[in-house]
């Protein structure tokens, strides 16, 4: 019990800084930027999923908290937030370079994410045609009720310990329920599956949790996972960014649908893998 505490504490510490800088340059926009920022903003959207899949590929989980919270507030499309989660690296590299996996290995599996998560953000920005229309970071200042007029310091940090908070309840939950079932439990349901291994691996990495990511990787170290289930689960693995995002976005139609679309996507890559016979 100690050590889920811990755990959890951990991670959502992690996320501060993320979470603080994120709001602060929302609040910023709000209160300081004109039309012509706001404009700019909106502009850089067609390359945006490929910078959010560079971005994504980092370690850690706060480029996914932070992509939420800028799809809702209006500044990114749904594919840049996509790309971001797809690409989400979260726990993967600190695992892997600390059981020494290979630069050659960490480099294609980052490749395999980078280049499934930019497709498929241009593919989602083309097929929607999204237009996010007017910047709407004010909307979540009004939502909070946060006494925004107190000045934008005050009011970022409002919103990064109410999320932090928020964060921080669900992971302990999580952890408590990674801990009573057990990683070897996990793995049993995907050993030498080859279908069905990627669709609950895919699963496993919506949990809105970083410890998704390090169940997937770890398996997949020890011989548990194959190729195919190790990137499905690591391309629907968001760490919290599809916990916040579904904090701070009211359309829960939408959310439901990005969901949903993660992961698809995750699990049709992890079974194009295996049929393709690709190896790391």
């Not at 593919?123 to 229309?133: L, V």
Request: glycine share 12%.
């Amino acid at each position: 019990m100690t050590d889920v505490i811990i755990d959890s504490l951990t991670d959502s510490i992690k996320l501060l800084p993320f979470l603080f800088l994120t709001y602060l340059a929302m609040e910023y926009l709000e209160h300081r930027a004109g039309a012509k920022m706001q404009a700019a903003i909106r502009s850089a959207g067609k390359g945006g999923p490929f910078l959010g899949a560079f971005l994504g590929v980092f370690p850690q989980c706060g480029f996914s908290a932070a992509a939420s919270n800028l799809y809702a507030g209006g500044i990114i499309t749904m594919g840049t937030l996509m790309a971001v989660f797809l690409s989400t690296s979260d726990e993967m590299l600190p695992i892997m370079i600390s059981e020494n996996a290979g630069i050659g290995l960490m480099a294609r599996v980052l490749g395999v994410k980078f280049v499934v998560a930019a497709a498929a953000g241009l593919a989602i920005d083309r097929i929607f045609r999204q237009n996010r229309g007017e910047v709407k970071i004010d909307h979540l200042c009004e939502q909070r009720r946060c006494h925004c007029e107190n000045g934008i310091w005050k009011s970022a940090l409002h919103h990064t310990i109410e999320i932090f908070l928020y964060i921080l309840l669900i992971s302990l939950a999580l952890n408590l329920v990674i801990a009573w079932v057990g990683e070897e439990a996990l793995g049993s349901l995907i050993l030498d599956r080859p279908i069905l291994g990627p669709a609950v691996a895919g699963l496993i990495g919506l949990i809105p949790n970083c410890a998704a990511s390090v169940i997937v990787t770890q398996l997949y170290l020890d011989g548990v996972l194959g190729a195919g289930a190790m990137i499905a689960g690591l391309l629907s693995g968001t760490g919290v960014g599809l916990l916040v995002l579904l904090r701070v976005n009211d359309d829960r139609r939408e959310n439901l649908r990005l969901t949903g679309l993660l992961y698809l996507i995750g699990v049709a890559a992890g079974i194009a893998v295996e049929a393709l016979g690709i190896v790391f």
